[in-house]
């Protein structure tokens, strides 16, 4: 039983390009969301997606946005990448908001800006 | 705001310590509080949970208590590991679904065979 994958694993972005980073969650799970977590910090809630909508958002900028598919599988993307926007990104599935099931992580993918 | 502070690290035991790692929490509301682990080169995990006052959580040795007088949920283990060496976090969720958390900083515990 696969868990959460996330791709790429790595990737190195130059300031004001664009990022997209791929998530599948673990077989079963409906619910995908993502976290920035900077080095040295705890992860920061970005946002949730669930029935192919954005349900709830943190503290993030317009720069960043997602998607779900139909297949649960879900994309964060970045414009107009900052230095700071470097991190660790990390995506998370469950079972269906309000179920109270636990979050199931992926390993994450490091982005470096330059 | 709603927030979660933890002791910092790193903190370095010998095998078969006792470990307390120590958690208050700031919320609106009723949270549900957690302890996930990260272990090096993996994802964060779910460590343990409780998500009403007095509840202790448990897992691999591992407790905490929900102490709402203190508003604190400190995470405890008898007698650690090498294993045990990770980063923990301490968090919150003010959602049934659990799925917006809101993490501390993060500890960095180590332990010496």
């Known amino acids: 039983d696969a868990g959460v994958t996330q791709s790429p694993t790595h990737l190195i972005k130059t300031r004001g390009q664009q990022v997209t980073l791929r998530c599948s969650p673990k077989s079963g799970h409906d619910t995908v969301s993502w976290y920035q977590q900077a080095l040295g910090q705890g992860p920061q809630f970005i946002f949730q997606y669930y029935e192919e909508e954005e349900r709830q958002r943190g503290n993030f900028p317009d720069r960043f946005s997602g998607h779900q598919f139909p297949n649960y599988s879900s994309e964060l993307n970045v414009n107009a990448l900052l230095l700071g926007d470097s991190a660790l990104y990390l995506c998370?599935?469950?079972?269906?908001?309000?179920?109270?099931?636990?979050?199931?992580f992926g390993n994450g993918t490091r982005l470096t800006v330059t | 705001g709603d927030s979660v502070t933890q002791m910092e690290g790193p903190v370095t035991l010998s095998e078969e310590a006792f470990l307390t790692i120590n958690c208050t929490y700031t919320a609106t509301g009723y949270p549900s509080l957690f302890w996930y682990v990260q272990y090096p080169g993996e994802g964060l995990q779910l460590l343990l949970k409780a998500t009403k006052a007095d509840d202790k959580g448990s897992n691999k040795g591992f407790e905490a208590t929900y102490r709402k007088e203190t508003t604190s949920f400190h995470l405890e283990k008898g007698s650690v590991q090498v294993s045990d060496s990770a980063v923990y976090f301490c968090?919150?969720?003010?959602?049934?679904?659990?799925?917006?958390?809101?993490f501390g900083s993060g500890t960095r515990l180590s332990i010496r065979p």
């Open positions: 998370a599935s469950s079972l269906e908001q309000g179920q109270g099931s636990p979050l199931h």
């Open positions: 968090a919150l969720s003010l959602y049934s679904s659990a799925s917006k958390i809101i």
